[in-house]
């Protein structure tokens, strides 16, 4: 059985957990705009609290991107 600490190594990725794949998972659905309710049920969560926990970091990095925008200092 491969654990978390030899997959890491052999995927090159440091302090890696199962919870934090739990974590990206959640940002990774959250940046590409799936509606919250089905984030939910694919996380297996019922609370939006808890949810948030998960996404906190899109969400910031989204609300970062929309004020860049509306004052004119988007790249893209």
Known sequence: MLYPKKLGAI???ED???H???HEFGTSITRKGLDLLYGKE????KS???Y???TQGALKQ???KAYLQVI???DE
């Open 52 to 54: 948030e926990r998960y």
């Open 48 to 50: 939006d609290k808890v």
């Open 11 to 13: 995927a090159s990725v």
């Open 72 to 74: 004119g200092e988007d």
């Open 16 to 18: 890696i957990r199962p």
């Open 20 to 22: 934090r794949f739990r």
């Open 42 to 45: 694919l996380m297996g969560i």
């Open 62 to 64: 989204a609300a970062a």
